[in-house]
């Protein structure tokens, strides 16, 4: 079962527009992450978010966290070709071991 | 700054052989985890480890086995490959906070014909 949903799974877009990747759930998540994989590496941790209608910003990049932390957003600014990757939202459940549960992830291409 | 370490990096089985991927972490982290990944499914646990001396399985267990050698090691085994079993595995390891992090390590690409 997949508890998280990405949406759109492909993205191909131009440099320089704006773009916005969501990540909904019906189950609440005490954390939800934003990971960015490359081709042959492992998921890389971009940014957590821990409370309900948080804003996170990381340069271009800006993330939200519902207010029942339910879903989550990335939404990237003037995209640029090194943006180009996959891109994965993961949820912390809120009781017991921490397991990550992972969407099935967003696919973006930015092209020059 | 090693982080997580897997191997093999590649490696093609036939049905029915046995192996083992090997993964170390060098960040004292307690907990251990393999994923695997394919596409359109994102990233499946199989196993897990919450610290040093227990294991435990996560969603896809089926086919395979583990071992928390020490705080350090974690091994994932295939007893018996099947080509359901062709994936990209992917070892992690955390240290259990409020604020969760898990760290990957570069993947292990297995193709089992």
Not at chain 1, 62 to 74: I, M
Request: hydrophobic share 30%; aromatic share 10%; proline share 4%.
């Amino acid at each position: 079962t997949q508890l998280l949903e990405q949406s759109p799974q492909f993205l191909s877009i131009q440099e320089g527009e704006n773009l916005t990747v969501y990540c909904n759930s019906s189950s609440v998540f005490s954390s939800l992450q934003w990971y960015r994989q490359e081709p042959g590496e492992g998921p890389v941790l971009l940014v957590t978010v821990v409370t309900g209608g948080e804003v996170k910003k990381l340069k271009r990049l800006t993330f939200q966290f519902g207010d029942a932390r339910k879903d989550s957003s990335l939404h990237i600014t003037a995209a640029q070709p090194g943006d180009t990757g996959l891109y994965l939202c993961a949820g912390a459940r809120p009781t017991g071991f921490q397991k990550l549960v992972f969407g099935t992830g967003t696919r973006l291409l930015v092209s020059p | 700054n090693a982080g997580v370490t897997q191997t093999p990096k590649f490696q093609v089985l036939k049905t029915g052989q046995s192996m083992t991927l090997q993964c170390a972490q060098d960040m004292n982290h307690n907990s251990m985890y393999w994923y695997r990944q394919d596409p359109g499914m994102g990233l499946r646990l199989i196993y897990y480890s919450a610290s040093e001396g227990t294991t435990d399985k996560g969603e896809v267990p089926n086919g395979y086995n583990v071992s928390r050698l020490n705080k350090r090691e974690f091994s994932l085994r295939l007893e018996s490959a099947a080509p359901s079993q062709t994936s990209v595995y992917f070892c992690a390891s955390s240290d259990q906070d409020r604020v969760y992090t898990i760290y990957f390590g570069e993947g292990s690409w297995l193709t089992v014909v």
